[in-house]
T-cell receptor, first 116, second 113 residues
Framework: DGGITQSPKYLFRKEGQNVTLSCEQNLNHDAMYWYRQDPGQGLRLIYYSQIVNDFQKGDIAEGYSVSREKKESFPLTVTSAQKNPTAFYLC???????????????FGDGTRLSIL | SQQGEEDPQALSIQEGENATMNCSYKTSINNLQWYRQNSGRGLVHLILIRSNEREKHSGRLRVTLDTSKKSSSLLITASRAADTASYFCATDESNFGNEKLTFGTGTRLTIIP
């Protein structure tokens, strides 16, 4: 089945530690996105990528980093500079090729990150 | 930044009743999308309405869009317990080079059996 896989489902971070969240898609989508969701809140965009080896900051990029070395993969690193990382992290992908405008985003099932 | 603001923030209704939730936004859009999120899961796309459309139906869902008021509504008819979830609107202001959605704050819908 085509879809987006996020791993791990739960992750714990110690003080001063960097952690990496995985996101893989087999939908052949061009664009991929990382969102942060705090309890009872909407989604805030962290980073997004529209093409391999290129990405743009979203609204809350500080303390996070990403890479896009392959079309299928868009890992998110939560660095020690992110002082309040406890949240639910969602990855999404979307087709944006010309002729496929206005397509919906497809989401993974999220990673819940907590501080030890 | 949050483009869409949903209203109400929370809604509880009896099974079988209709549920209506509203979304307001601030800038010009290409389309507006509604998503559903079950607790602890990712979002699932429900319906998309383009800026030149005024109403769209999909099963028990009816979406309206009023671009002059910058608002949209989602109506779920004949609600079921399985409709219990959070619902988000998302505005698409994409242009080539800036392909992203902006999500609202969501409405938590509880259907009482």
């Amino acid at each position: 089945d085509g879809g987006i896989t996020q791993s791990p489902k739960y992750l714990f971070r110690k003080e001063g530690q960097n952690v990496t969240l995985s996101c893989e898609q087999n939908l052949n989508h061009d664009a991929m996105y990382w969102y942060r969701q705090d309890p009872g809140q909407g989604l805030r965009l962290i980073y997004y990528s529209q093409i391999v080896n290129d990405f743009q900051k979203g609204d809350i990029a500080e303390g996070y980093s990403v890479s896009r070395e392959k079309k299928e993969s868009f890992p998110l690193t939560v660095t020690s500079a992110q002082k309040n990382p406890t949240a639910f992290y969602l990855c999404a992908s979307r087709q944006i090729r010309q002729g496929a405008r206005g397509q919906p985003q497809h989401f993974g099932d999220g990673t819940r990150l907590s501080i030890l | 930044s949050q483009q869409g603001e949903e209203d109400p923030q929370a809604l509880s209704i009896q099974e079988g009743e209709n549920a209506t939730m509203n979304c307001s936004y601030k800038t010009s859009i290409n389309n507006l999308q509604w998503y559903r999120q079950n607790s602890g899961r990712g979002l699932v796309h429900l319906i998309l309405i383009r800026s030149n459309e005024r109403e769209k139906h999909s099963g028990r869902l009816r979406v309206t869009l009023d671009t002059s008021k910058k608002s949209s509504s989602l109506l779920i008819t004949a609600s079921r317990a399985a409709d219990t979830a959070s619902y988000f609107c998302a505005t698409d202001e994409s242009n080539f080079g800036n392909e992203k959605l902006t999500f609202g704050t969501g409405t938590r819908l509880t259907i009482i059996p």
